[in-house]
């Protein structure tokens, strides 16, 4: 079994930075960051195999945010820069087994409890 936590989100300007971390315990295969914004589904932003360190990225942060692991410490990070407005949202931290790269909410098992990040105009 697999758990997470994250950590970093808060109140940023359009145009800044912000990084999220994420500690895992156990073996996960894949783990991503989903989102959700108020009355909106969840969505992946970004996943990453814990092992072979392959990335995917939803079309909307491509060239703006940076998905990483530290496997040592086990720590997951989302680096977000050239935020936007509506990148704001209760940022998730997710974990799967297996290696398949998935960005769709239902393929995860592991969930944190979520971090807040909202991105001032």
Sequence with gaps: QVQVAE?????????????????????????????????????????????SGVTDYADSVKGRFTISKDNAKKTLYLQMNTMKPEDTAMYYCAARYGGSLRLHPSDYNYWGQGTQVTVSS
């Design 7 to 51: 950590s970093g989100g808060g109140l940023v300007q359009a145009g800044g930075s912000l990084r999220l971390s994420c500690t895992a315990s156990g073996f996960p295969g894949v783990m991503a960051w989903f989102r959700q914004a108020p009355g909106k589904e969840r969505e992946g932003v970004a996943c990453i195999g814990w092992n």
